[in-house]
């Protein structure tokens, strides 16, 4: 009887002890889980950034290849100067003062409420 008793016990601490480490691994693989977890989710997001600045720079370069290329032509160049001409005005010292409103502003051909 005592010996069945000894071996109910040593079952026992063999089964909670068992318990016990299953927990401790339990909660070590669901840490290194979470680890991996946010470290692959950054890395995606690293890789979706990257490839995101990627085609806006592509963009904003092609954008001013086409500025470049449309700022060359004798028509553009002289409406631009002509744009400029209208919107500046000279104080009579030499200095250039803007108008306000040029270039399609909002104050640009407002009628007068009256």
């Known amino acids: 009887m005592l010996t069945d008793r000894i071996k109910l016990v040593v079952f026992a601490l063999l089964a909670a002890g068992s318990v016990i480490v299953m927990g ?3 909660q070590f693989n669901v840490r290194h ?3 991996n977890t946010i470290r692959q ?3 995606r997001l690293l890789t979706i950034a990257d490839v995101q600045a ?3 720079e592509d963009t904003l370069n092609e ?3 086409d500025l470049e290329i449309v700022a060359l032509s004798p028509a553009v160049r002289k409406r631009i ?9 000279h104080d009579g010292r030499g200095d250039v003062v803007e108008r306000p409103g ?3 502003g909002p104050n640009e051909n407002k009628q007068a409420d009256h």
């Open 102 to 104: 040029g270039f399609g």
């Open 81 to 89: 100067r002509e744009n400029v001409a209208e919107r500046t005005l």
């Open 33 to 35: 889980f979470e680890q």
């Open 63 to 65: 954008i001013k290849s």
């Open 54 to 56: 990627t085609h806006i």
């Open 41 to 43: 989710t950054q890395d």
């Open 24 to 26: 401790v691994l339990a």
